[in-house]
């Protein structure tokens, strides 16, 4: 079956600190894999997607086929970067459907 | 930057009764979708639409939801007879093509009584 897991509901760092958010997958092909975040009141909006392997706000992920991986970086976390988090898994191109995880929040204080 | 759009923000409605969920996507996109996501769980798929067809549904999307087009701009959930299960937020997305970014609208949240 397909799913994506993010262990952590909640993740709390302090401002200036390292953050990793994790993400796994369960698929048996070549998934195409995303990270989109969410701002207090705003809409989901795409923060990265493997295939561009850019790096967005400071983020990175890299797709970690043998570990079924996808885990969310930043090397100093900003108050900015507070938000909900979700890793999101797209099967396979002919396929629409984005299968997300649960979202892991990120809190970065001062 | 063009936006996708969703009306109303909030529909309450009593337990039976149908609703329609309304969005407007970006002008120039060609795929269309909808996912729910019920308060403290995942944004869950429901349903894609393509030239005027539904391309890819999930086992949520039963004979009470149904989506259409009705003219070139708005994209409709409609649900005919709704449920307590049913309250939730309710996310339209819209595409240029297949393998391009899903762009959201900011949700109706959906509460039945």
């Known amino acids: 079956a397909q799913r994506v897991t993010q262990p952590e509901k909640l993740l709390s760092v302090f401002k200036g600190a390292p953050v990793e958010l994790k993400c796994n997958y369960s698929?048996?092909?070549?998934?195409?894999l995303f990270w989109y975040v969410q701002y207090s009141r705003q809409r989901l909006q795409l923060l990265l997607r493997h295939i561009s392997r850019e790096s967005i706000k400071g983020f990175t992920a890299d797709l970690n086929k043998g570990e079924t991986s996808f885990h969310l970086k930043k090397p100093f976390a900003q108050e900015e970067d507070s938000a909900m988090y979700y890793c999101a898994l797209k099967p396979n191109q002919a396929g629409t459907a984005l299968i997300f995880g649960k979202g892991t929040t990120l809190s970065v204080s001062s | 930057e063009p936006e996708v759009t969703q009306t109303p923000s909030h529909q309450v409605t009593q337990m039976g009764q149908e609703v329609i969920l309304r969005c407007v996507p970006i002008s120039n996109h060609l795929y269309f979708y909808w996912y729910r996501q019920i308060l403290g769980q995942k944004v869950e798929f429901l349903v894609s639409?393509?030239?005027?067809?539904?391309?890819?549904k999930s086992e949520i999307f039963d004979d009470q939801f149904s989506v259409e087009r009705p003219d070139g701009s708005n994209f409709t959930l409609k649900i005919r007879s709704t449920k307590l299960e049913d309250s939730a937020m309710y996310f339209c997305?819209?595409?240029?093509?297949?393998?391009?970014?899903?762009?959201f609208g900011p949700g109706t949240r959906l509460t039945v009584l």
């Open positions: 997305a819209s595409t240029l093509g297949l393998v391009d970014t899903q762009y």
């Open positions: 639409f393509y030239n005027n067809e539904i391309s890819e």
């Open positions: 698929y048996s092909g070549s998934p195409e």
